[in-house]
């Protein structure tokens, strides 16, 4: 049981360049979140899913895109990367019914 | 959503008990607390969730009074491994959507 997991752990991109982040959870949970972290700020919602095939914005969705085709999976992507992406990206899952959100270890991305 | 208040940091000793009060003036009825801990470059991890009175885990403890305005994440003897940033959040996750609000969190630094 892995839990959740998130690929890639580090990246570099340039300025326009696009990419996707991915998330598996195995852990059947319906709900699943995306994150951005800046330093010494909180977590700030960008997207979320509430199951398979649905997808709803956060907070900050502006220059994001996600999907949900599997269960297990949320994708985030980023079209065109700006510097101001530039962040920690934080995967979470959590079951129906209950409260506790399951994080990802996290992907930095750095944005040139 | 129940906006929270938190000190930004506090420092303890060694085997000293840390309490960290958090504000919530305009909890819900519904409105659950949960704390949250997370260590640098890792996501955050589930402490403990509580609506009323007392709850204790493993962990830590959570005192939260009578009027539910306010709680206290109370960790006994803590140690130089309890160095880190800890979350209050309070709302209703019943629900799929969960616009969560993590603030920036309590940073805890434990000396030796």
């Known amino acids: 049981n892995a839990g959740v997991t998130q690929t890639p752990k580090f990246r570099v991109l340039k300025t326009g360049q696009s990419m996707t982040l991915l998330c598996a959870q195995d852990?059947?949970?319906?709900?699943m979140y995306w994150y951005r972290q800046d330093p010494g700020m909180g977590l700030r919602l960008i997207h979320y899913?509430?199951?398979?095939?649905?997808?709803a914005k956060g907070e900050v969705p502006d220059g994001y895109n996600v999907s949900r085709l599997k269960k297990q999976n949320f994708l985030l992507g980023l079209e065109s990367a700006a510097p101001s992406q530039t962040s920690v990206y934080f995967c979470?899952?959590?079951?129906?019914?209950?409260?506790?959100?399951?994080f990802g270890p996290g992907t930095r991305l750095l944005v040139l | 959503l129940a906006k929270t208040t938190q000190p930004i940091s506090m420092d303890s000793y060694e085997g000293q008990e840390v309490n960290i009060t958090c504000s919530h003036n305009?909890?819900?009825?519904?409105?659950?607390i949960t704390w949250y801990q997370q260590f640098p470059s890792q996501g955050p991890r589930f402490i403990i969730q509580?609506?009323?009175t007392k709850v204790t885990n493993e962990v830590a403890s959570l005192f939260i009074p009578a009027d539910r305005k306010s709680s206290t994440l109370s960790l006994p003897r803590v140690s130089l491994s309890d160095t880190a940033v800890y979350y209050c959040?309070?709302?209703?996750?019943?629900?799929?959507?969960?616009?969560?609000?993590f603030g920036t969190g309590t940073k805890l630094q434990v000396i030796p």
């Open positions: 509580g609506y009323k």
């Open positions: 959040l309070v709302g209703d996750f019943s629900g799929g959507y969960q616009k969560v609000t």
């Open positions: 979470a899952s959590r079951n129906r019914g209950e409260e506790t959100q399951y």
């Open positions: 852990m059947n949970h319906e709900y």
């Open positions: 305009n909890i819900a009825t519904n409105d659950y």
């Open positions: 899913s509430v199951g398979e095939g649905t997808t």
